[in-house]
């Protein structure tokens, strides 16, 4: 099964930005839809944000819509998470994993239907 890695977590003010990568190790990312999703202490892993395999589908949660970007380069077998404006309530580890669900809606963008996850990246964002 492939190994998803997160990186690029870090401790930053409120309105900083930050990018997270995914990439997967032992195979590719690219016939793949992936998701991003965030887990605030003592709250369920919720999606954030997920792309089709070809990044011509995404979707967002609320709460990080025209903050966050999500996008793709199958060719780095890498998918990103670029992060701005970042609030206080966005501080979290921050999982990526595989989508077992069509990026046709962001109900889909759920745990529920995540297949490998990788080990998570810390952000903090705090005055």
């Known amino acids: 099964q492939v190994q998803l890695v997160e990186s690029g977590g870090d401790s930053v003010q409120p309105g900083g930005s930050l990018r997270l990568s995914c990439t997967a190790s032992?195979?590719?990312?690219?016939?793949?839809?992936i998701g991003w999703f965030r887990q605030a202490s003592g709250k369920e892993r919720e999606g954030i944000s997920c792309?089709?395999?070809?990044?011509?589908?995404?979707s967002y949660a609320d709460s990080v819509e025209g903050r966050f970007t999500i996008s793709r380069d199958n060719d780095k077998n890498t998918v990103y998470l670029q992060m701005n404006t970042l609030r206080v309530e966005d501080t979290g580890v921050y999982y990526c994993?595989?989508?077992?669900?069509?990026?046709?809606?962001?109900?889909?963008?759920?745990?529920?239907?995540?297949?490998?996850w990788g080990q998570g990246t810390q952000v903090t964002v705090s005055s």
């Open positions: 032992g195979g590719t990312l690219r016939f793949r839809n």
């Open positions: 994993a595989t989508l077992e669900a069509p990026v046709t809606t962001h109900r889909h963008c759920h745990r529920k239907f995540a297949g490998a």
């Open positions: 792309i089709s395999r070809t990044g011509d589908d995404t």
